[in-house]
């Protein structure tokens, strides 16, 4: 049986340096009234560029259209496809998945597929998307895929601040009195996505470098010593590098590998954000590329 996977772009597969063949599903950032595909015409390293460039721009993101998807899923039967399994960012702060689900109805009869809400975004979602394409290779069903892929996301941990919360402020994520005093008092907040799929504040620390202690702490708490440990850059390499230089010096974390947040994330909270990020436990297939 022919199969392919899915993965919205919110993955950041598309910016990672291996080749695979799943197929990008392009959402919308919209920056200055100009609508961008993102993995087609933009791509985090343009979006920093124009956001330390032009410091008022405001980038809004909007899932692919009712059209695209169905062009997608047409083009893909027409190519002989029999079987899609498609993982979407969190439905949480996403209609994607609601409307994959309502175009994949009209193909009963026609195609197979399969629509799972990852609950996550960035690597932890191409992590899964990944894994789902590996397990498909080896003849896994439906069920078994998507017990392998829950098993992945309660076995990930990923953890962000944000060194400057202009940018959300100014976005409406954040309103100005709580910015206000947040500036005030030097307050740094841990951001997760919990186990239901929406951003959190875990935790407000003062000060940033308490803040990326804390963060340190919890991961090694949640993740243990065999985890595979990594760096999420929001394009800010001065706090990337910051960052590195003090989980090794105090945490003994040498050499972590560094990957760029999605262009769908970037859009949302800024470029001024690190974050840290953990998979462990029966370690996803995915790490073993992500090493070479």
């Known amino acids: 049986m ?10 950041g597969l598309a ?3 291996f080749s695979h063949h ?17 993995s087609k015409n933009i791509n985090p390293t343009k979006l920093t560029q124009i956001m330390q460039t032009s410091p008022n721009s405001l980038a809004k993101t909007s899932p692919p259209s009712e059209a695209e998807i169905m062009q997608m899923f047409e083009s893909l039967y027409n190519e002989g496809y029999q079987s899609l399994f498609v993982c979407t960012l969190s439905s949480k702060f996403s209609e994607t998945y609601n409307m994959v689900q309502a175009c994949r109805k009209r193909f009963d009869g026609k195609m197979n597929i399969f629509v799972y809400d990852t609950l996550n975004l960035n690597l932890t979602e191409a992590t899964m998307s990944y894994e789902a394409d590996s397990w498909f290779k080896q003849e896994k069903s439906f069920a078994e895929i998507t017990r392998r892929l829950d098993y ?20 409406g994520k954040l309103s100005a009195p ?18 239901k799929g929406f951003i959190v504040a875990k935790e407000k620390v003062r000060k940033l470098d308490n803040t990326l202690r804390r963060m340190a702490e919890i991961t090694l708490e949640t993740a243990g010593n065999d985890a595979y440990i990594y760096l999420s850059d929001g394009g800010h390499d001065f706090l990337t590098t910051y960052y590195a230089r003090l989980l090794y010096r105090e945490y003994g974390l040498k050499d972590l590998p560094v990957f760029p947040v999605s262009t769908i994330s970037l859009a949302n909270h800024g470029y001024k954000c690190i974050g840290i990020g953990s ?13 070479t």
Do not use: C, W
């Open 22 to 38: 799943m197929h990008i599903l392009p959402m919308h950032v919209k920056i200055n009234n100009v609508d961008f595909l993102d």
């Open 178 to 195: 709580a910015s206000f005093f947040a500036n005030l008092f030097d307050i740094k907040p841990i951001m997760e996505i919990d186990k």
């Open 152 to 171: 992945i996301r309660d076995h990930s941990s990923f953890l962000f601040t944000l060194s400057d919360l202009t940018y959300i402020t100014k976005a």
């Open 279 to 291: 998979f462990y436990g029966d370690l996803p297939e995915i790490v073993q590329r992500l090493k």
């Open 15 to 17: 910016n990672l340096k």
């Open 2 to 11: 022919k199969h392919a996977i899915i993965s919205t772009s919110s993955s």
